[in-house]
T-cell receptor, first 114, second 110 residues
Framework: KAGVTQTPRYLIKTRGQQVTLSCSPI?????VSWYQQTPGQGLQFLFE???????NKGNFPGRFSGRQFSNSRSEMNVSTLELGDSALYLC?????????????FGPGTRLTVL | EDQVTQSPEALRLQEGESSSLNCSYT??????LFWYRQDPGKGPEFLFT???AGEEKEKERLKATLTKKESFLHITAPKPEDSATYLC???????????FGKGTKLTVNP
């Protein structure tokens, strides 16, 4: 069974640009969550989608947005990039409820903002 | 505010030297306590889920336990390949987000 895939794996952008990251969950998983990981803050929850609906959102500014498609694939977008947005962005999928079921993580997208 | 705190931040062990990692949480209405392992440059890899105080789960050299306030990850006779960052996270009833601790970086020297 294929795992969670994320594209691209690495990105370099400049301040003010926008970026779109993609995540394909494990087949049959309908919930996709996004996390930001930095050395200082660790892993922080961005948002979670289930059946194309955002169920939860973390404490991030509106520049961070996401969506989920009918095939459960998800994208997240960051507009007007800032230096502090440099991080590893991780996507995770699970079968149903993330409260009870383990999430399976992808390898992440390493975003560098110059 | 829901919080998960891990200690120590870093731990160095000699091969075969058993120890424990701690994860304390203040997540009201805790639904699940999750342990993950993360290797450099990779996404976290699921290890265990614990749901209720007194529960224990084992996998090879690892055993996770849960009390009402904290969880422990016991590592018995570790090997160098156990070197990684170990993360714990909690979920709250009605919320679909994982609240992560900052992790314990474990180094096992041969």
């Amino acid at each position: 069974k294929a795992g969670v895939t994320q594209t691209p794996r690495y990105l370099i952008k400049t301040r003010g640009q926008q970026v779109t990251l993609s995540c394909s969950p494990i087949s049959g998983h309908r919930s996709v969550s996004w996390y930001q990981q930095t050395p200082g803050q660790g892993l922080q929850f961005l948002f979670e989608y289930f059946s194309e609906t955002q169920r939860n959102k973390g404490n991030f500014p509106g520049r961070f947005s996401g969506r989920q498609f009918s095939n459960s694939r998800s994208e997240m977008n960051v507009s007007t990039l800032e230096l502090g947005d440099s991080a590893l962005y991780l996507c995770a999928s699970t079968v149903g409820s993330s409260s009870y079921n383990e999430q399976f993580f992808g390898p992440g997208t390493r975003l560098t903002v110059l | 505010e829901d919080q998960v705190t891990q200690s120590p931040e870093a731990l160095r062990l000699q091969e075969g030297e058993s120890s424990s990692l701690n994860c304390s949480y203040t997540v009201s209405g805790l639904r699940g306590l999750f342990w993950y392992r993360q290797d450099p440059g990779k996404g976290p890899e699921f290890l265990f889920t614990l749901y209720s105080a007194g529960e224990e789960k084992e996998k090879e050299r690892l055993k996770a336990t849960l009390t009402k306030k904290e969880s422990f990850l016991h590592i018995t006779a570790p090997k160098p390949e156990d070197s990684a960052t170990y993360l714990c996270a909690g979920t709250q009833g009605g919320s679909e987000k994982l609240v992560f601790g900052k992790g314990t970086k474990l180094t096992v020297n041969p």
